[in-house]
């Protein structure tokens, strides 16, 4: 009697295909933050990050009268300093400021170019800026290697008396973060992404509600 053939083995069904994350809105702003305080960061020449970190305080040679502009990601800080790498940008500060001050700004300020949509028109766009104390930027946000990801990252720029208030009135503490900066790159130079994330700080999104006049 002949052996009956042996029926071929079933497929194991495909493994499911893991859910997709959520999605980054393109403009949000992300940051350190705490109730009572946010963080955004700077890069400056020794001669005034290390006093600045030092006191916690700007010192009296930060010009307060000239736009100055901050970042709440840590990334995107490193993508404009290089690293701590760049002339008169070795110096990586963190500052943390008042959240009073900072949705101030961010409620007075206008976009640093124009966008349809957001204003009536060219002409309307140009007397929202002349008249504001602050201005926002979005710009690419970084990964690790500082390549472009596809949602955006706050540019705050502040002027006059919003300088001024940043300067004196709403700043809580400075920190220098050049020492964190340089772990970090080496880090990511030896391919130890893992590690070099895990000391990031942690960025989430901050609480501003919709900022339809930032585009946003």
């Not at 052996?3 to 809105?25: K, Q």
């Not at 307060?64 to 701590?84: H, V």
């Not at 409620?107 to 104390?133: F, T």
């Not at 050049?178 to 790159?185: F, G, K, N």
Request: glycine fraction near 6%; hydrophobic fraction near 40%.
């Amino acid at each position: 009697m002949s052996e009956a053939t042996p029926a071929a083995p079933t497929a194991a069904a495909p493994a499911p295909a893991p859910a997709p994350g959520p999605v980054t809105p393109r403009h949000q702003i992300r940051a350190a933050h705490t109730a009572t305080t946010v963080t955004v960061y700077q890069a400056y020449a020794p001669h005034l990050g290390v006093p600045a970190a030092r006191d916690g305080r700007f010192p009296p040679a930060w010009k307060r009268e000239r736009m100055t502009w901050i970042k709440p990601s840590f990334l995107w800080m490193m993508y404009r300093c290089g690293w701590a790498a760049k002339a008169d940008q070795e110096t990586v500060l963190a500052v943390e400021i008042s959240r009073e001050g900072f949705d101030r700004a961010l409620a007075q300020a206008c976009l640093s170019h124009y966008v349809p949509g957001v204003h009536a028109d060219r002409e309307a766009w140009k007397a929202s800026l002349a008249g504001s104390p602050a201005r926002v930027q979005w710009d690419p946000e970084r990964d690790l290697h500082l390549n472009a990801l596809p949602h955006r990252s706050l540019q705050l720029g502040l002027s006059g008396p919003a300088s001024r208030a940043y300067a004196d009135e709403w700043t809580v503490s400075i920190r220098d973060v050049t020492p964190l900066a340089r772990e970090i790159h080496g880090l990511v130079r030896a391919g130890d992404l893992e590690a070099a994330r895990a000391l990031l700080p942690a960025e989430t999104p901050y609480p501003a509600g919709p900022l339809p006049h930032l585009g946003a």
